[in-house]
C-alpha cells in the first residue's frame, strides 16, 4: 500500500514509518520539523530512511494548504495515518489560536485533499486528553466526552467529530485512535517518563502533582504503532473511535521508582499542587479495540521502561 503519514517524523510516526516500510508498504512523511523540541531529535528518527526509495519525505506545514495539495496531487496514496498536531496539554492554554489552527484547521486541510483526491482510508491520532477528570474505573469510548479541560483535548474532541461529518458525507473509512500516554523509543522530551529519566541522570529536580498519586495508562510504543497498523487495514464499519492503551495504570511515584531502580540513582522530587488542565487518571478500556483491530498490548511496563532506558542510555552515549 502507498501509506501517508503526516507528523511522520516525531515519535510515533517514525516508529510507525519504520514498521510499515518492514511490511513492504511505500510510505510518504510529511512533517515541518517545527521547534516545538530539538528539531536534530526528528531529524535523527528519519535519517536512517532518507535513502530507501521507499519512502519520501516532505518537509511541509499541514495548514499550508497548497502545498499540502501539491503532496497529494503528486503521489498515489492508498492510506492517510494522520498524526500531525501541536502536542502538549500544558503548552495549548498558552496559545490556544494555534492549537486551533493546527490541529482543526490542519486536520480539515487534510480532509479535503482526501476528498478531492478520493482517498478513502483515514487512521487519525486523538488522545486520552478527551475525556477530561472521568471518574469511571476505565474509560470507554461511549463515555460523554464533552467535558474537555483543556484547548489540546477541545481540538482533538473537533477533529474527531470533522472526520465524522466527512466519513458521512464523502465516504471515507476512518478510525480514530485515543492513545493513553505513549512512552518508548524516540519519546518526545517533554513527555513524562523522558523528562523524569533526564531529570534524574543530570541530578535535576522533579516536580510531580498532588503527591505523585495520579495515574497514568502508560503504553509501550511498540503495541500502539500494532494497533494503528491493524487500524490502516479494518474497514467493516465507515467510522469508529477507539481507545488504544495498556489497560492498566501505575502510579506516578511508581513510575519514578521504577526510573530510579534501573538507573542505580535516586530522584529528587518535589511535590506541587495539580494545575487546572491535569487529570487525576487515564485508565483505557480496550475491549472494543480487542474486538474491531483484535488488539492485545503485549509489553508490560516493566519491560517497557528498560527498554525505553536501554535506548535513552544508547543516544546519551553517542
Not at 257 to 264: A, C, F, P, V
Request: hydrophobic share 35%; charged share 20%.
Amino acid at each position: 500500500m502507498n501509506i501517508l503519514i503526516t507528523g511522520g517524523a516525531g515519535f510515533i510516526g517514525s516508529n510507525l514509518a519504520d514498521k510499515l516500510l518492514d511490511n513492504g508498504d511505500n510510505i510518504f512523511v510529511i512533517d515541518n520539523f517545527n521547534n516545538f523540541y530539538n528539531k536534530n531529535l526528528k531529524e535523527q528518527n528519519v535519517s536512517h530512511n532518507l535513502n530507501n526509495k521507499k519512502y519520501k519525505l516532505f518537509r511541509i506545514n499541514i495548514c499550508n494548504k497548497s502545498l499540502l495539495e501539491s503532496v497529494f496531487k503528486s503521489n498515489k496514496i492508498d492510506v492517510v495515518v494522520h498524526l500531525a498536531a501541536s502536542a502538549g496539554v500544558s503548552p495549548s492554554l498558552k496559545n490556544p489560536q494555534k492549537y486551533i489552527r493546527n490541529n482543526i484547521c490542519g486536520t480539515v486541510n487534510i480532509l479535503e485533499c482526501m476528498k478531492k483526491y478520493n482517498i478513502k482510508k483515514l487512521v487519525f491520532a486523538s488522545s486520552s486528553s478527551v475525556y477530561g477528570n472521568c471518574s469511571d474505573e476505565n474509560f470507554s469510548e461511549n463515555l460523554n466526552t464533552n467535558q474537555p479541560i483543556s484547548p489540546y483535548a477541545a481540538t482533538k474532541l473537533s477533529c474527531e467529530q470533522f472526520i465524522y461529518t466527512y466519513s458521512q458525507l464523502y465516504g471515507i473509512n476512518a478510525v480514530c485512535l485515543r492513545f493513553f500516554t505513549v512512552y518508548g523509543p524516540r519519546q518526545r522530551p517533554d513527555l513524562a517518563i523522558r523528562k523524569f529519566t533526564d531529570l534524574i541522570v543530570k541530578n535535576k529536580e522533579i516536580t510531580l502533582y498532588s503527591d505523585g498519586n495520579t495515574l497514568r495508562d502508560f503504553t509501550y510504543i511498540d503495541d500502539v504503532v500494532s494497533g494503528i497498523c491493524s487500524a490502516i487495514k479494518y474497514n467493516k464499519t465507515p467510522y469508529e473511535i477507539i481507545n488504544l492503551g495498556a489497560g492498566k495504570p501505575i502510579n506516578i511515584r511508581t513510575v519514578v521508582k521504577s526510573i530510579e531502580k534501573i538507573l542505580g540513582k535516586n530522584a529528587k522530587i518535589k511535590y506541587t499542587k495539580p494545575t487546572p488542565e491535569s487529570v487525576y487518571k487515564t485508565s483505557s478500556n480496550n475491549e472494543k479495540a480487542k474486538k474491531l483491530l483484535g488488539y492485545s498490548p503485549k509489553t508490560d511496563f516493566e519491560t517497557g521502561i528498560k527498554k525505553f532506558i536501554e535506548w535513552y542510555i544508547s543516544q546519551e552515549e553517542v
